[in-house]
């Protein structure tokens, strides 16, 4: 993997995208702005990786929704794992998230801001022109995260909580099964939310559901689908 790119270099650019329309849109604006780029597509997390492997591209321009094989459902959920995987193995590797879910980015921000590579974000709704700005910058090896609603917030939030909103509001757990799928107690489950709504900044109110408002605070960070 390169970092950044010399004079002579021509870049291997890998799109991931599962909208062909969309796949077939961003290829070609890249192909303009980059002449001898070689463009690579995958359409799910498994091709991905398999076109990680024997392509070893300088730069991924890819969306978070996207499913994990054929035939499976599109999830940001997908698209934010198969991230954290590739800046785990391919610590240089340079990044584009280019996706309409940008603020599930959240999620991952120390993952991001122990990447070596470039990595920077453009939502689908910048223009053309704001888009390749960003695929430049990551080929520099630059970082431009500023987009992402609340990375920059200092909400902390710890592993363990993340997967306690997956299985309370993703999966409709109680916290008695939330406890046994952690292999936790309930004690340490309700220690979890009371953690986790302070740091959303998040009380008890006469008249309000607290766990519906914690619901709501979550998604609004982006620390939820």
């Avoid at 796949?23 to 990680?52: C, F, M, S």
């Avoid at 392509?55 to 499976?72: A, E, K, Y």
């Avoid at 991952?108 to 470039?118: A, L, M, Q, T, V």
């Avoid at 592993?159 to 993703?170: D, I, K, S």
Wanted: hydrophobic content about 40%; proline content about 4%.
């Amino acid at each position: 993997m390169q970092n950044t790119l010399t004079d002579k270099a021509l870049p291997k650019i890998l799109v991931i995208d599962d909208h062909e329309s969309v796949l077939g849109g961003t290829v070609n604006v890249l192909q303009k702005h980059y002449p001898d780029a070689e463009l690579i597509v995958a359409v799910n997390a498994k091709n991905a990786l398999n076109r990680l492997t024997t392509s070893q591209p300088d730069l991924v321009v890819m969306d978070l929704s996207i499913p994990n094989n054929p035939g499976t459902t599109a999830r940001p959920d997908t698209g934010v794992q198969l991230l954290r995987t590739l800046m785990k193995n391919y610590p240089t590797l340079n990044i584009v998230v280019q996706s309409a879910n940008i603020r599930t980015l959240v999620r991952i921000r120390p993952d991001i801001d122990s990447h070596k590579g470039g990595f920077t974000v453009a939502d689908k709704s910048l223009s053309t022109q704001e888009m390749l700005t960003r695929v430049d910058w990551a080929l520099q090896g630059l970082t431009h995260t500023k987009d992402i609603k609340g990375i920059h917030s200092g909400l902390e939030v710890k592993p363990e909580w993340l997967r306690m909103l997956t299985l309370a509001f993703g999966e409709g757990l109680q916290d008695k099964t939330i406890a046994e799928r952690m292999c936790i107690s309930e004690r340490m489950v309700r220690h979890y939310w009371s953690k986790l709504q302070d740091a959303l900044n998040v009380y008890p109110e006469e008249g309000k559901n607290i766990r519906i408002q914690t619901e709501m605070r979550a998604r609004e960070e982006g620390l939820i689908d």
